[in-house]
């Protein structure tokens, strides 16, 4: 098993910064991979960006691409976004996941992900 919890996420004014966090705990040796998704008001979950534990290799969405920035401190077990020029459409819950393995499902996809934080909202305002 493995817990995520997020923190960080508030009211921002448009064009600020904010960072969130996910702290994971329980069997995150076996992590493979961590991930960002948000999800707006009557839309459905959209990937944000991914981090592999091992290497850091990371991928983003196109919408926030030079915007945010997924990290990891491997001792702290503890994924960030960093998220830069906020506008008002990223305004959503957002959540932290845990993929244990590998697989042929592609990291912007939820069923990729094994385990799920219980979200933190971000609010931007115009």
């Known amino acids: 098993q493995v817990q995520l919890v997020e923190s960080g996420g508030g009211l921002v004014q448009a064009g600020g910064s904010l960072r969130l966090s996910c702290a994971a705990s329980?069997?995150?040796?076996?992590?493979?991979?961590m991930g960002w998704f948000r999800q707006a008001p009557g839309k459905e979950r959209e990937f944000v960006a991914r981090?592999?534990?091992?290497?850091?290799?990371?991928y983003y969405a196109d919408s926030v691409k030079g915007r945010f920035t997924i990290s990891r401190d491997n001792a702290k077990n503890t994924v960030y976004l960093q998220m830069n020029s906020v506008k008002p459409e990223d305004t959503a819950v957002y959540y932290c996941?845990?993929?244990?393995?590998?697989?042929?499902?592609?990291?912007?996809?939820?069923?990729?992900?094994?385990?799920w934080g219980q979200g933190t909202q971000v609010t931007v305002s115009s």
């Open positions: 996941a845990a993929r244990i393995s590998r697989t042929l499902v592609p990291s912007y996809s939820a069923d990729a992900y094994d385990y």
């Open positions: 329980g069997r995150t040796f076996s992590s493979y991979a």
């Open positions: 981090i592999r534990w091992t290497g850091g290799s990371t």
